[in-house]
């Protein structure tokens, strides 16, 4: 069974950083991409940022690129998402997901993409 824990979420300033974390079980984690979404409240869930499987590829929202980076460590079957010079509107619940399947090495930008997910960490950014 394929489990996500996300980690690292909390309450930060306009400015400031935040690493959050997603460690995975349950499956070889270095076979499959994955990518972290979030919801904010009566919000869809968008896209945030997408790794491939080796890790060699990476993909972003608009609205984080050049702030935000993601990376994964598949030794210890865990993604991250650095989360730099955070504003208000990032304000979400952040979700980690991962394929179902494999198929070659790249990012995949849609929610339905995506198999499982994680239960989700809470990110707040005041002003």
């Known amino acids: 069974q394929v489990q996500l824990v996300e980690s690292g979420g909390g309450l930060v300033q306009a400015g400031g950083s935040l690493r959050l974390s997603c460690a995975a079980s349950?499956?070889?984690?270095?076979?499959?991409?994955m990518g972290w979404f979030r919801q904010a409240p009566g919000k869809e869930r968008e896209f945030v940022a997408a790794?491939?499987?080796?890790?060699?590829?990476?993909d972003y929202a608009d609205s984080v690129k050049g702030r935000f980076t993601i990376s994964r460590d598949n030794a210890k079957n865990t993604v991250y998402l650095q989360m730099n010079s955070l504003k208000p509107a990032d304000t979400a619940v952040y979700y980690c997901?991962?394929?179902?399947?494999?198929?070659?090495?790249?990012?995949?930008?849609?929610?339905?993409?995506?198999?499982?997910w994680g239960q989700g960490t809470q990110v707040t950014v005041s002003s």
């Open positions: 997901a991962v394929r179902g399947v494999v198929f070659g090495d790249r990012t995949y930008g849609q929610r339905d993409e995506y198999a499982y």
């Open positions: 349950g499956r070889t984690f270095s076979s499959y991409a």
């Open positions: 790794i491939s499987r080796s890790g060699d590829s990476t």
